[in-house]
């Protein structure tokens, strides 16, 4: 059994709300439901953070390295393009993660391919909406179980 921690970054406390044609209509509270049940009958649990303040991500990264979180699902929203302190987080941890996006982020703005996080991470899932994340929470439990043996 391990810890799982879902971090979310800026807006995506207004997923379902917010521009449904590029994130759904699955909110927040709604996928981390989802996402709990699934942690459960895989055999881990599972922590979720968001926040609209990159301080605060960075924060609760650091935690994870002491909290005895062995993955995270990271979507860092808005910061994919812009966080420096949060990829340098993420670095120093080195805890293993998947980023996640639920909108094809290559298929939209040009600055929007442009990620911080994707040379760090494990893997990347993008533009599969929120089953993304559950996507993501199988991959982590086959890396976990893969390099646990």
Request: zero cysteines; hydrophobic letters at 40%.
């Amino acid at each position: 059994m391990a810890s799982i921690l879902v971090l979310n970054g800026p807006n995506l406390n207004l997923l379902g709300e917010r521009e449904p044609e590029h994130y759904g209509h699955d909110s927040l509270p709604e996928l981390e439901k989802r996402l709990q049940s699934q942690a459960k009958a895989l055999g881990h649990t599972l922590g979720a953070f968001q926040s609209n303040h990159e301080g605060a991500l960075v924060d609760r990264v650091q935690q994870a390295r002491r909290d005895g979180t062995a993955f995270l699902l990271l979507n860092p929203g808005g910061y994919t393009h812009s966080s420096v302190a949060l990829r340098d987080a993420l670095a120093a941890v080195k805890l293993p993660f998947i980023e996640v996006h639920v909108s094809n982020i290559h298929a939209r703005e040009a600055f929007r391919r442009q990620s911080y996080f994707s040379d760090l991470a494990v893997g990347t899932i993008a533009g599969l909406g929120t089953q993304g994340y559950e996507l993501a929470l199988l991959a982590a439990d086959r890396w976990l179980y893969s390099h646990s043996h």
